[in-house]
């Protein structure tokens, strides 16, 4: 079961809408608002890779959303 934190940038004084959006995307585990580089932690849990790259993608996608990290767990 593929696991992966993406950490967020989103526009400053839109990181609690983001937060929100990204908290309903389905696989989303938890989110985090941060202070320092980024602006939001994220932990997805998916079936495949195929469906956590699918969620990467889909926070990409949210409106204020400036650029993400992705890190893979390995164990």
Same mark, same amino acid.
């Given at each position: 079961?593929?696991?992966?934190?993406?950490?967020?940038?989103?526009?400053?004084?839109?990181? #609690?809408?983001?937060? %929100?959006? !990204?908290?309903? @995307?389905?696989? =989303?585990?938890?989110?985090?608002m941060?202070?320092?580089?980024?602006?939001?932690?994220?932990?997805?849990?998916?079936e495949?890779? #195929?469906?956590?790259? %699918?969620? !990467?993608?889909? @926070?990409?996608t =949210?409106?204020?959303?400036?650029?993400?990290?992705?890190?893979?767990?390995?164990s």
């Amino acid at each position: 079961m593929p696991l992966a934190f993406v950490m967020v940038n989103t526009i400053p004084d839109q990181m #609690e809408p983001v937060l %929100e959006k !990204i908290r309903e @995307i389905k696989c =989303v585990e938890e989110a985090y608002m941060l202070y320092g580089v980024y602006d939001i932690l994220t932990e997805v849990k998916t079936e495949t890779t #195929e469906e956590l790259k %699918e969620i !990467i993608l889909h @926070i990409r996608t =949210v409106k204020h959303v400036l650029n993400t990290l992705t890190l893979m767990a390995v164990s």
